[in-house]
């Protein structure tokens, strides 16, 4: 955290700085909130990646103010904390206005249906993230669902990652629907899910008339 704090005070000054790596540093919601200070200042970093540093949903609402603010930042990485559904709603919440974020990366977290929800509800708005990774947050056919309703209205998010959730066939089905409207997607990742034959017929119906998915 005081380290986090330290060079947190230095970017607030710093012109040139673009991307800073600070993963499996343990940094926690102190640290977190120290850096999101210096995001709502600072106008050169574009990427910050905290990769395994123990955030949790606190520290994930500090990070959401400043994106709120935030016009530099493209990529955020937050792989491998422990986010729940009340941080993933605080992202969401400033993903509705923030306007230059592309890659968002919440793998191996525990945002779960609700998550899934509030980021879904974000992105019907939100007109800039293109790469939205989910992997590992135990996203069952109610997120799958609700990322479903938005794939069918958003027209810039370009790759999807689902990979080791708990969708089923039903979570299949929403999908596929949304895939058979949407025109911009181009991979989705379902590996390591609980999708069996009904899902994957679900699947292949969409890829019938779907013109843009390569993955």
């Given at each position: 955290d005081a380290g986090a704090a330290s060079l947190a005070e230095a970017m607030k000054v710093n012109t040139t700085l673009t991307e800073l790596d600070l993963r499996s540093n343990n940094i926690g919601d102190a640290g977190a909130a120290s850096l999101a200070e210096v995001m709502k200042?600072?106008?050169t970093l574009t990427q910050l990646d905290l990769y395994d540093n123990n955030i949790g949903d606190a520290g994930a609402a500090s990070l959401a103010e400043a994106i709120k603010v935030n016009t530099t930042l493209t990529e955020l990485d937050l792989h491998s904390n422990n986010i729940g559904a009340a941080g993933a709603a605080s992202l969401a919440e400033a993903?509705?206005?923030n306007?230059?974020?592309?890659?968002?990366?919440?793998y191996w977290n525990k945002i779960g249906d609700a998550g899934a929800a509030s980021l879904a509800e974000a992105m019907k708005v939100n007109t800039t993230l293109t790469e939205l990774d989910l992997r590992s947050?135990?996203?069952?056919?109610?997120?799958?669902?609700?990322l479903a309703e938005v794939m069918k209205v958003n027209t810039t998010?370009?790759?999807?990652?689902?990979y080791d959730n708990n969708i089923g066939?039903?979570?299949?089905?929403?999908?596929?629907?949304?895939?058979k409207v949407n025109t911009t997607l181009t991979e989705l990742d379902l590996h390591s899910n609980n999708i069996g034959a009904a899902g994957a017929a679900s699947l292949a119906e969409a890829m019938k008339v779907n013109t843009t998915l390569t993955q």
């Open positions: 200042v600072n106008t993903m509705k206005v306007t230059t974020l592309t890659q968002l990366d919440l947050n135990n996203i069952g056919d109610a997120g799958a669902a609700s998010l370009t790759q999807l990652d689902l066939d039903a979570g299949a089905a929403s999908l596929a629907e949304a895939i």
